[in-house]
Structures are given as C-alpha cells and as structure tokens.
C-alpha cells in the first residue's frame, strides 16, 4: 500500500516522463521515416514525364545487360568501355521505352502478344532476332530458323525433372528470352511510331522527280582552294561584341543537358623503384643458379617465372626475339640471363634440339568418357567399333561426319606442338611422330579421342627451352611512397590557391583549365577515371582537391568552376564562335582580294592562292561526303546548276574558299520509277524523324539525367 502512495503522489511526474518517452520515440520514428522517404525524393537517376526511375531500377537493368553481353560473346567479364557502353545503351534503352508508351497510349500504338508471335514464328522474323549470334548459323552466318526454334524448345521445356545443373541453364534461358522478347516487343513499337510520323510527310511527284534527276547527274569538276588554316588569324579582327551577340543569336545551339566541370589536375604513373627491381634481380639470380644445377627444369621455372614451362619444341618463327637471339649460338644446357627486358628479368636454358616437321594438320573425333556414371566399357566399345570401321578403310571424314554432320569431317587445323600441349605431352608426342594417314586413338582426361595426322609441314630445326620470365611489379613499399607524398601535397594549407605553383616546383606536368561534361566515360580517356568526373560535376566547394587511386596511376585534381544544365556560359564556348567567326572573315577577305585579281583561269588562281588544281569526279547533288573535301554543299550546287566549262568566281565553303570550273555532266542509266524513288525518300525520311522525334520528344517530355549524381 505504501508503494502504491509513493506512485500516487508522484503520478504527474510519471506522467510527464511516460509522455516524453512517447514523443521521443515518436519523434525518432518520424526523423527516420522522414529521411528514408527523402533518400527516396532524392534517388533519381533519371526522370521521364515525371516518371522517377530509381537508381537501383536503373542498375538491375544494367546488369541485366551485362550477362547478356557475356552470354552472346562468351566473356566473363567485360572491360571498362564495354560496360559504360553498356550504361548508355541501357539509359538509351529506358528512356526510349517510356517515350514510346507516353505516346503510343494517346495514339493507340500497341504491340499484341499475336504480333510478338509472329515475329518470332512468323514469316517476317524481326530484325532483331535475325541479328543475334544465337540463331546465326556458324558455317553460313546467315539466320537459322532451327536454332531459334531450339533455342526457345529449351526456354518452354518443363524443369520439375531435370538436374540442378539442367535446370538452371534453362532459367538463364528463359531470363535471357524475356530479355530479347521485351527488346523485339519495343523495336516494333518504334517501327510503328516511326512509320505513323513518315507518312504525315508527304512525298509529291516533284518532289520524287527532281531528286531522282539530280541523283542520276553526276559532275566532274576542277577546283582551287584556298583554305582558311593557311591564314594567320592575325589578318581579321573578331571583337568580343562580335563574339557575344553570335551567342545571344545561337544560345540554343550551346544548351548542355549536364553540369560541365572545370578543373585543374595532374596524374602520377605508379612505377617499380630501383629498390623493386634490384629485389627481382636478386631473385633471378638465385632462378639461374638453381636452373643451372637442376635435373628437373620444369621445377625452377613453376617456382619462379610467370610463365608455365612447356614441354614441347619450337621452330625460330615461334619464338620470341629474345629466345631467338639466344639459340641462334647456343649449345644443349647453355643459359643466358638473368637479363633485363623491358620491366622484367629473363632467364634462357636450351634442353634440347631436333629436326622435325613445325605443324601438323590433324583430323579428331572426341567422345566423353562415362565414367562418372560407371559406364567407360560402354564408351570404349564404341570407340573402338569407330576406329575398327577408319581401319576397314572408310575415310576419317566420313565416320566423323557421320557423328557430327557440322563436325567438317573432324578436320582441326594445322597444329604446333605448343598449340597442342594443353592436351598433354602424350598427345603431343603422338600426334607428332604419327605416320601421315594413319588414324590412331588415345585416353585424355574426360574424353577418349581419335586422331589422323593429314599433313606434316617440311621438317625444320626446332628447340625446346626453359624460359623463366619474372616481371618486376610496384611494391607495396613503393605504392606507399607515392601515396604518402601525394597525401603531403593535398594537405597543403595553401594547396587549393597555390595549385600549380606548388605542383610544378615537385615537377608534376600540370593540366589547367581542363572541361569535364557529366556524360564524359573518362577524365582524358584515362581508364578507372570515371570517378574523378563524377566528383568534380557533384563538388559543391569550388577549391577543393582531391586524389584519386586508379590502376597503376594517381590522380590530384582541383575543381575550379562547375556550371549546372542549360546554356553553356559564353566564357566556355567564346574559343570556338570566335573560330568560326574568324573563318567567315577570312572567306571575305579571300575572295574580296581574289576578285579584285580579276583572274581567268584555274591556273591562275592556284599560283595567288598559293595552291593546286584539283578534280573531284562523279559528284551530284545528294553526295554527302566528297572524297578528299567532307561535306560541302556549295560543291554540290556547283555540280548540278553551274554552268559547263565555266570559271565560277570565288565562293565561300566549309574548309575554304574554292574556285570551281565544272567539266562535264553525265547522266545515269537507271529508269525513273516513281513508287520505288518515292519509297525511297520515305525510309529516308523515316530514318530522319526516327532520331528527331526522339531528341524532340525528350524535350517535350522533360528527360532530366541525374546519372551523373551517382555513378
């Protein structure tokens, strides 16, 4: 009772403290949700329409991509460039799929699970099937129809009885075919969309006619050039007003959908140290004594050398300079080295020497062993009634074809004995001391194989050598140096003002002023340098620096500007309006002093413009790329409408000023017909507005790429 009182008497202060206790809890609950609901507002690697596509979305489809890409080429794994080609094919991906459904529900675009069907039964197979190495045949590397149908009779196979191993090759499959199927499903969308903006542009008769006449009227034509880099830019004058009121004019023509960064860096190559490579040297020395007085050289090299020993012999033309160099004079156990190649110590012994054919061309047929299941007599019966039937005197290409109709007969190649030591040095021996057309059979791990040698290469001198190749590799010690120095040099209270003097004086190569887009792979294609890209457009503090670790490099970088999406700032595109400002100059100037000449021949004008007479031919109206000169159009006007055999004054283009006389005019043999040239300017306009429309309707759409943020 006394207790009950005590707790009676204090009632509001439990009160209050229960109360607080409460609020606490509920407070922490609700700072939690709160910053897991804005880590959400905030994880936007991209928005279309509004549509937020998370970065762990984003990322499930890059992977996605990634195994693809290794299953179709056989990898497993993909280099740098791959996977941030891969990145932007999975953003391209993406973007395109949501712009595609945004406008295909408001114009009742579909694609039925009937069509998908067809383009995977059908008679009309989808581009894209017909394209993937899968259902490529390997002899033709033509479409097989039946490689399809077997690759997707393994997708709908049932998995309740197969092997563990069995069914998850199936579950790849299938993974992979909801993959292709999604891929196809969205290819046809677009195919529509495109079409349904092709033909609200109309093609008109005159339209068809003129084009197909200008195509078919090809001109020869004589010309001078003057171009504008053979003038100094000292001869005009560009004023920054000049400069400013193009940009005021132009500014759409320079809208970054990304921040842009400018900084500041210099790299430091990680390389071994004397230290390093006098700890190799020391090594080897210690590999040649023991190469020296060892019966078994196969031994040293596994101890020492980063290369396996291969028991074979080789003719000079498979040998390295090196080994070259050294059994040009050596005799059976002499050895060379230790000897400095480059970042690595070789050492030479030659074992041996013999004369014997270089290569062999072989035939095989391999069967696997059953001796995991308890059935190698079965295996080997039936080995044995295939050799019987070579031996009886049917031809080796005939039983293997009989096997394997793809199996070309059993014929591998020619063969070296190097290319042939991964079988064993049993195989090796017998294959090389083989009579030329008599088949023989042999046991290799995992299979029993029969073999005929077809041909043997004239036989040459050959050698067997032991080589220990140990390259000299940065140690840690070394890597720590580097480190600890450059660490130094970040540290430095005046390091963000004093960037370059102080980089300079520890002799490190400085690159000022250098631009990084968001979308950029790499910092100057350095590979692993993504990172330095990423941090520098996210940096909020200008000033700071950094280093980066990459492969085999540092990095120290200083982020000195960062100018968000939208119109890149005049500062950052002055150089170039200020070049093509200049260029327009100079074609005035050029044909103003030209004109002036009141010259009359081609030859005339080559020796003021300090120039030569050449000759484009076959050039018409819709040539878009003339060989030697690129695109310019003012040539291909010259070559439909210019009259024949006439000097054309001095005229303006995109590499210089030209002077153009045309000397003849052909026309084409083809008939006009009006479907087909009407076709034809369709599939180009449909190709046209295919990249159009996409480019416009992520404008009208509001794609906003906030990749960079987080990768």
């Keep these: 009772m006394a207790t009950l009182q005590k707790i009676r008497d204090k009632g509001v202060f439990l009160v209050a403290i229960i109360g607080i206790a409460l609020l606490a809890f509920i ?24 549509q937020v596509i998370s970065t762990q979305e984003f990322a499930d489809r890059i992977t ?38 945004n406008e295909a529900a408001k114009l009742g675009l579909s694609v039925s699970k009937t069509e998908i069907n067809d383009l995977v039964h059908g008679e009309t197979i989808s581009p894209l099937l017909q394209q993937l190495p899968f259902f490529l045949d390997p002899q033709t590397g033509m479409f097989d129809r039946e490689g399809l149908m077997q690759f997707l009779s393994t ?36 195919e529509k969309y ?43 004058s560009v004023t920054d007003q000049e400069v400013k009121s193009f940009y005021e004019k132009n500014k759409n023509a320079f809208r970054m959908n990304v921040p842009l960064a400018k900084i500041t860096y210099f790299t430091k190559e990680i390389v071994p140290s004397d230290a390093d490579f006098a700890e190799i040297e020391a090594q080897a020395n210690e590999a040649y004594l023991k190469l020296v007085e ?30 070259k160099s050294f059994v040009e004079s050596a005799s059976v156990s002499d050895i060379k080295g230790p000897a400095r190649e480059g970042d690595a110590f070789t050492i030479y012994k030659l074992l041996d020497k013999t004369v014997a054919p270089d290569s062999v061309h072989l035939r095989m047929m391999a069967i696997p062993d059953a001796s995991m299941a308890g059935q190698n007599s ?44 991964q079988a064993g040095i049993d195989v090796v021996k017998a294959a090389f001391s083989a009579p030329v057309g008599q088949a023989f059979k042999m046991t290799v791990p995992g299979q029993q194989i029969i073999l005929q040698v077809e041909e043997k290469t004239v036989p040459v001198q050959k050698y067997k050598i032991a080589t220990i190749n140990m390259p000299v590799v940065v140690s840690e010690k070394t890597s720590n140096n580097v480190d600890n120095e450059l660490n130094q040099f970040v540290s430095d209270p005046n390091v963000s003002k004093n960037f370059n003097e102080l980089a300079t004086q520890k002799g490190y190569f400085v690159m000022p002023d250098a631009s990084v887009s968001a979308n950029d792979f790499s910092l100057m294609q350095i590979p692993g340098s993504r990172q330095v890209v990423t941090w520098a457009v996210n940096e909020k503090k200008m000033g ?23 119109v890149a700032p005049l500062q950052e595109v002055a150089t170039s309006i200020r070049s093509r400002l200049s260029n327009d100059k100079k074609a005035e100037k050029i044909i103003s002093d030209l004109t002036a000449k009141n010259l009359t021949s081609l030859d005339a004008y080559a020796t003021e413009m300090q120039s030569n007479v050449d000759t484009v031919k076959f050039v018409n109206f819709t040539t878009r790329n003339i060989t030697g000169l690129g695109f310019e159009p003012t040539l291909n006007a010259f070559s439909a409408y210019a009259p024949l055999n006439t000097l054309i004054p001095p005229a303006k283009g995109n590499m210089g000023v030209y002077v153009v006389n045309v000397l003849s005019r052909t026309q084409g043999t083809e008939t006009y017909d009006a479907k087909a040239q009407k076709d034809l300017i369709q599939s180009n306009n449909a190709y046209m507005l295919q990249m159009q429309s996409l480019e416009t309707l992520k404008k009208k759409l509001k794609v906003e790429d906030n990749r960079y943020v987080f990768f």
Excluded: C
């Design 294 to 323: 060892t019966a078994n050289p196969a031994s040293v090299v596994a101890d020492y050398s980063d290369m396996p020993f291969r028991d074979v012999y080789l003719s000079a033309n498979s040998l390295t300079e090196g080994q």
């Design 378 to 421: 079965i295996v080997t019966h039936f080995v044995d009634s295939i050799f019987n039937e070579i031996q009886s005197g049917k031809s080796f290409a005939e039983v293997a074809n009989s096997l394997n109709p793809q199996s070309n007969g059993g014929d591998v190649g020619w063969a070296r004995e190097i290319d042939l030591a």
């Design 544 to 566: 700071t620096v950094r280093k980066f670790d990459i492969t085999n490099m540092r990095i120290i970088a200083r982020v000195d500007q960062v100018y968000p999406a939208g």
């Design 27 to 50: 407070l922490g609950d609700l700072f939690t949700s709160g910053n897991t609901l804005f880590a959400k507002s905030r994880d936007k690697a991209f928005v279309v329409n509004g």
């Design 194 to 236: 495109t079409t349904l903006l092709a033909n609200a542009v109309m093609v008109n008769d005159v339209e068809a006619k003129t084009t197909f006449d200008l195509s078919q009227q090809n001109a020869d034509m004589a010309y001078v050039m003057k171009s504008y880099f053979t003038i100094p830019d000292s001869t005009v």
């Design 64 to 101: 996605e991509w990634e195994s693809f890409q290794k299953m179709i080429s056989g990898q497993t794994s993909l280099d740098e460039n791959t996977s941030q080609q891969i990145r932007e094919a999975v953003y391209d991906q993406m973007v395109r799929e949501r712009m595609l459904d």
């Design 155 to 190: 997708v709908n196979a049932p998995v309740e009885s197969l092997q563990p191993e069995e069914r998850a090759v199936v579950e790849q499959y299938k993974s992979m075919w909801l993959f292709i199927e999604n891929m196809v499903k969205y290819q046809r969308l677009q």
